[in-house]
């Protein structure tokens, strides 16, 4: 069974980084899309970013845009979340998730990802 394990989380204060992976425990033939996604308490889950099959587009949410950077190495099967400038709103637990398919891209729609890890928490303090 393909499993996604993020990890990274912690507590940090208001402007500091945090850089999140997640590993993919298995390989495929075909490299997935990979996608982060966070949920604040009481809140819906939301897209914070996403990367293409091929490395070569990313797409991001806008109030994470110029703070974080989605990246990946397909040759260790992970992808990385760095988070810098961090603000009390993003404050979440912290999914990863992979979509497969043929050269698939990133997406901002949940129903798009095949697979989702566990999550990591992150706690910004102000």
């Known amino acids: 069974q393909v499993r996604l394990v993020e990890s990274g989380g912690g507590l940090v204060q208001a402007g500091s980084s945090l850089r999140l992976s997640c590993t993919v425990s298995?390989?495929?033939?075909?490299?997935?899309?990979m996608g982060w996604f966070r949920q604040a308490p009481g809140k819906e889950r939301e897209f914070v970013a996403g990367?293409?099959?091929?490395?070569?587009?990313?797409l991001y949410k806008d109030s994470v845009k110029g703070r974080f950077t989605i990246s990946r190495d397909n040759a260790e099967n992970t992808v990385t979340l760095q988070m810098n400038n961090l603000k009390p709103e993003d404050t979440a637990v912290y999914y990863c998730?992979?979509?497969?398919?043929?050269?698939?891209?990133?997406?901002?729609?949940?129903?798009?990802?095949?697979?989702w890890g566990q999550g990591t928490q992150v706690t910004v303090s102000s």
């Open positions: 298995r390989r495929f033939s075909n490299n997935p899309a």
């Open positions: 990367i293409n099959w091929n490395d070569e587009s990313e």
């Open positions: 998730a992979a979509h497969y398919g043929t050269q698939p891209i990133a997406s901002d729609g949940e129903h798009e990802y095949d697979l």
